[in-house]
């Protein structure tokens, strides 16, 4: 691996890292468009990594800072973890059976429609 590709990969992380922080956001608005937009990656390849990052506890300082202030509801991230796990490994399967192009658009489509619902239909 080249120096230049290390240092966009640290880049990328460290980003990703601070969005997360900052934001609670990383691994699906971030990283995985930097994989593909920077690095070349294949949709599939570019999830594949963000997911495997994600299995060490790369957020638990964060997580941590945020419980540390009262903002964690534990039984609720409790709860949804056991149903990402499951859900997870399903989808997985399903995406990597799914034609790279046809995945970056669903990908694409679904930030858009993520973006214009929290600028637009914002619940108070």
């Not at 956001?25 to 963000?50: E, K, N, R």
């Not at 997911?51 to 409790?78: H, R, S, T, W």
Request: hydrophobic share 60%.
């Amino acid at each position: 691996m080249e120096f230049q590709q290390v240092a966009i990969i640290a880049i990328i992380g460290a980003g990703a890292g601070l969005l997360s922080g900052l934001l609670g956001l990383g691994g699906a608005i971030v990283i995985i468009p930097a994989l593909v937009l920077f690095l070349g990656y294949s949709q599939q390849m570019a999830q594949g990594t963000a997911l495997m990052m994600m299995v060490l506890p790369v957020g638990a300082l964060a997580a941590f800072q945020y419980y540390q202030k009262g903002y964690v509801d534990i039984k609720v991230a409790l709860i949804m973890a056991v149903f990402f796990f499951a859900g997870g490994y399903f989808g997985a399967k399903f995406a990597t059976q799914i034609p790279q192009d046809i995945l970056k658009k669903v990908f694409s489509l679904l930030l858009v429609v993520i973006a214009v619902k929290m600028w637009l239909f914002d619940k108070h």
